[in-house]
């Protein structure tokens, strides 16, 4: 059983549309963190949210945390090819606070 | 400028023959972490050392080491690779302990075993 799950696990779309992925948990985080991964590459910090409710704008991405704090999701904007990878999310739970956990990822695919 | 450097990127080796990774920092963290990363998957903590004491994860096969010399410098040696541990290995810092803090990932070294 994942601890942290995401959805959807793979997408394509074309070029210009918008998108969201979703990272979920039946348990509380104190904070969580969104990566992109490009193949071939190491994660690569998009956005650290920790506080319930909370949304964050990184451009044409823009981030939510749950007023739980049990979830979170990424929106995309007018994608573009750039945007290809694999997102990850990951946090530390209240109750394991030392220990981050990752989810397996959303796999996205911009076409041009 | 690169702050967490791994080498070498791709190493290929044979089926049981030992083999090192290397990762450097100079970001002067406390913590450096080692994660096995499959195809597509979410990458899985080997092991991490705060400062110089070693934490290895439950699950983590013996087959699988780890140095720190120093603060800059951490390796990660495979006893024994197997054909299963053909993946991407990364490495990681953080200034302290601690879900909250960032963790910073290294480009990866792709290992394949022959």
């Known amino acids: 059983t994942q601890l942290l799950e995401q959805s959807p696990q793979f997408l394509s779309i074309q070029e210009g549309e918008n998108l969201t992925v979703y990272c979920n948990s039946s348990?509380?985080?104190?904070?969580l963190q969104w990566y992109r991964q490009e193949p071939g590459e190491g994660p690569v910090l998009l956005v650290t949210v920790v506080t319930g409710g909370e949304v964050k704008k990184l451009k044409r991405l823009t981030f939510q945390f749950g007023d739980a704090r049990k979830d979170s999701s990424l929106h995309i904007t007018a994608a573009q090819p750039g945007d290809t990878g694999l997102y990850l999310c990951a946090g530390a739970r209240e109750t394991s606070y030392d220990k981050v956990i990752f989810g397996p990822g959303t796999s996205l695919s911009v076409i041009p | 400028d690169a702050m967490v450097i791994q080498n070498p990127r791709y190493q290929v080796t044979q089926f049981g023959k030992p083999v090192t990774l290397s990762c450097s920092q100079t970001?002067?963290?406390?913590?450096m972490y080692w994660y096995q990363q499959k195809s597509s998957q979410a990458p899985k903590l080997l092991f991490h050392y705060y400062d110089k004491d070693f934490n290895n994860e439950a699950d983590t096969p013996d087959n699988f080491q780890s140095r720190r010399p120093n603060t800059s410098f951490c390796f990660l040696d495979i006893r024994s690779p197997g054909l299963g541990d053909a993946a991407m290995y990364l490495c990681?810092?953080?200034?302290?302990?601690?879900?909250?803090?960032?963790?910073?990932f290294g480009p990866g070294t792709r290992l394949t075993v022959l």
């Open positions: 348990s509380v985080f104190s904070s």
């Open positions: 990681a810092t953080s200034r302290e302990r601690g879900g909250s803090d960032t963790q910073y």
């Open positions: 970001l002067n963290h406390n913590v």
